[in-house]
């Protein structure tokens, strides 16, 4: 079937079947090409050019400096290449302006202007050449280290990009997007503007689907394989890539949806829920493509996020033996995205720092049953995690696994958010002391053999994020569990902020504010800040929706930060979900936490939520607690479970006025519940 543009660019060639079909490049020094070498060969329009091949003649009306605004320091439609653009009276304009109205002598004073401004170059475009297609483009990006960025560039930037998108559908004109190719890649854009070589080529591309709606054919995300989970019980979106116009077909069950794919090149259908179960067949096809995907369960999905200690694998386990042994579960579907290198204290190679640019850091993967193979090298807690749910729910249980051994909570992140409340930590972030030193300093030494500005690594703010897109992005999950915090340990106030818009990043990612979000406070080992950041992330927990927090010093290591006890880890994560998630309320969630305290002239009396059996965990002496009077000097204290509740007293401290519990950064404090889970470190 013919598309839409198909048909346009065929009546043009009928006309004269010997014209070819002219493209005008309208635009700013973006499109002129400026900054690349050799220019006139590696400008967009020049690369457009040899995309689209000998039948069509594609113009560079680009001026260095123009604005869209009419009153701008320099109006694009009062220069030289405007006359020359109209004179051309191409069959295609593609106009791409806007991004030098950011600057403080323009949308200040003019931002009224724009829309009036742009319908008149459009009706230019259009008197030149009324059969003229149009296109308008959402700008290329505008990167932090612009000097205006935080000064006004970055917040009028979005407030244009808005009124393009509107000003395509009032003037009824195509819209290009050259801003979410680029956006992630400020690699790509030396000077915080204008793409090398390879942006160019990008922006071409993205161009040359517009005008052709040659994607590429049907195309899904690599999450998809057989094996899968599909989120049951819900509307599922399932969405891909194909060529403009193209009739998309997706069958599972008794189910079936078709749709066309859009001009952007991209579809979607949603899927009425799905009934929990295994033996599903997806299938997705095209008049000339169909993708088959066998074994598919519907069931619930997680995903396992965060650092070494959630990647830490089965095998390396306390109980691995037997947990490899018991593995054996088809209910069970494990997908396990491990990067293509380790950030081990090593010096990585040219072509790997290569790929690292280009946001290519996992291993291809597929979906596995679980089994003693696949679950060897899996997330321990991931799989524990899932174990019990599994057997719980009686369902089949998703899990996909993605961390990052060594990486810092603001690697996985959201640009777009990063910018916006702390756009700071990316500025020369290996230098920047915001970002933990040994965070930079193993970056610096993985990239050592790199000589290119701007190389990229996974510790890298908002890198992780990024590179998680392309395999995360079309999948629906129930939550997140998450185990992370070793790599920010050393500036607490500043994970307090960066931490909620972790929770903030991925709930937008999967377009649901109130998604389940339980994570590990971090374990026990001699290192100073610990108690305070365990504290913070109590706090945390407490006060952030739908978040939940399991503890784990008391299964630490005083000089490992790789604790081996993961099976009760990951068991206590499935405790917080199926008690707030599936609504199980006979299942304690956690151990004691940690309400309020009240004093008297000898004692303290901390209260609990969660607090029925109150005891030690060995049975014999609790302890773990201190107090301090009105000078805050702390002395260890006894406590006592008097009638269900704990009394807390010290002969050091006659009338005490503040306590606090395991806060030492090892800490031996035993205080659980009735169902043997350990109470958090706190202070009052």
């Known amino acids: 079937m013919k598309t839409f543009i198909a048909t346009f660019l065929s009546l043009i060639m009928a006309v004269n079947i010997s014209a070819k079909i002219k493209v005008s490049c309208i635009g700013n020094s973006v499109t002129y090409g400026y900054l690349l070498p050799e220019r006139e060969k590696n400008c967009y329009p020049a690369q457009l050019q040899k995309m689209l091949g000998d039948d069509y003649e594609v113009g560079n009306f680009g001026k260095s400096g123009a604005t869209l605004l009419n009153k701008g320091h320099r109006p694009y439609m009062q220069q030289k290449e405007f006359n020359d653009a109209m004179a051309f009276a191409g069959d295609i304009a593609i106009i791409h302006l806007g991004l030098n109205d950011t600057d403080p002598r323009n949308w200040p004073n003019y931002s009224e202007d724009f829309e009036r401004d742009y319908y008149a170059l459009i009706d230019s475009v259009k008197r030149a050449n009324p059969k003229c297609k149009v296109w308008i483009c959402r700008m290329s990006p505008i990167t932090d280290k612009h000097h205006r960025f935080r000064s006004g560039t970055r917040d009028w930037y979005r407030q244009i990009q808005f009124h393009i998108e509107d000003i395509a559908k009032i003037k009824e004109v195509g819209l290009i997007d050259l801003q979410a190719p680029l956006y992630d890649m400020p690699n790509l854009l030396p000077d915080a503007l204008h793409p090398d070589t390879t942006g160019a080529r990008i922006i071409a591309k993205t161009v040359y689907q517009a005008i052709t709606g040659d994607y590429g054919g049907l195309k899904m995300s690599p999450i998809y394989s057989d094996n899968m989970v599909l989120q049951h019980n819900t509307p599922l979106q399932i969405k891909g890539i194909a060529n403009v116009g193209d009739e998309v077909t997706v069958k599972i069950a008794n189910q079936k949806h078709k749709t066309k794919c859009g001009e952007n090149g991209k579809w979607c259908v949603t899927l009425n829920p799905l009934k929990a179960g295994k033996g599903y067949t997806l299938s997705v096809s095209t008049k000339d493509k169909c993708l088959t995907y066998s074994n598919v369960a519907a069931g619930e999905v997680w995903l396992c996020s965060g ?208 998604m389940p979000f339980y994570f590990v406070q971090l374990s026990s080992i001699n290192r100073p800040s610990w108690c305070n950041f ?81 005891q030690a965990a060995d049975g014999g002496e609790i302890i773990g607690f201190e107090l301090a009077g009105e000078d805050k000097i702390f002395y260890p204290a006894t406590a006592k479970v008097v009638k269900g509740k704990l009394k807390v007293s010290s002969n050091e401290v006659k009338e005490p006025k503040y306590i606090r519990y395991g806060w030492q950064p090892y800490t031996n404090a035993n205080l659980v519940n009735g169902d043997r889970l350990p109470a958090s470190t706190f202070k009052n």
């Open 307 to 514: 650092q070494s200690n959630m990647a830490f694998m089965v095998w390396e386990g306390a109980t691995a033996k037997e947990d490899i042994e018991n593995a054996n579960n088809e209910d069970i579907r494990l997908f396990n995205l491990k990067p293509a290198h380790e950030t081990n204290a090593v010096e990585w190679n040219t072509t790997f720092l290569d790929s690292l640019n280009r946001l290519d850091y996992y291993k291809p993967t597929e979906w596995q049953v679980c089994n003693p193979k696949s679950v060897n090298s899996f997330s321990a807690i991931g799989y524990h995690f899932s174990r019990v749910l599994s057997d719980s729910l009686n369902i089949p249980i998703g899990v996909v696994c993605n961390a990052i051994g060594g990486s810092a909570t603001e690697s996985w992140i959201s640009r777009e958010i990063i910018e916006e409340k702390i756009p700071d930590i990316l500025v020369d972030w290996t230098k920047n002391d915001m970002v933990q030193d040994w965070v930079r300093g193993r970056a610096e030494l993985n990239c050592k053999k790199s000589s290119v500005a701007g190389q990229r690594h996974p510790y890298e703010p908002t890198y992780l994020y990024a590179a998680n897109q392309q395999w995360i992005s079309d999948l629906t999950v129930k939550g997140m569990i998450w185990y992370q915090g070793e790599s920010n340990a050393h500036n607490i106030e500043l994970h307090e902020e960066l931490f909620p818009m972790v929770i903030e990043s991925w709930r937008k990612q999967q377009n649901n504010p109130d």
């Open 534 to 614: 365990r504290n913070s992330q109590r706090i945390m927990s407490e006060t952030l929706p739908n978040v939940g927090m399991a503890v784990s010093s008391d299964k630490g290591d005083e000089w490992n930060v790789h604790p081996t006890e993961k099976r009760e880890i990951g068991e206590r994560l499935a405790r917080i979900a199926l008690n707030r998630s599936y609504g199980m309320s006979e299942i304690t969630p956690c151990g004691p936490m940690f309400k309020s305290v009240t004093f008297d002239k000898v004692a303290a009396y901390p209260t609990f939520e969660y607090d029925n059996g109150l």
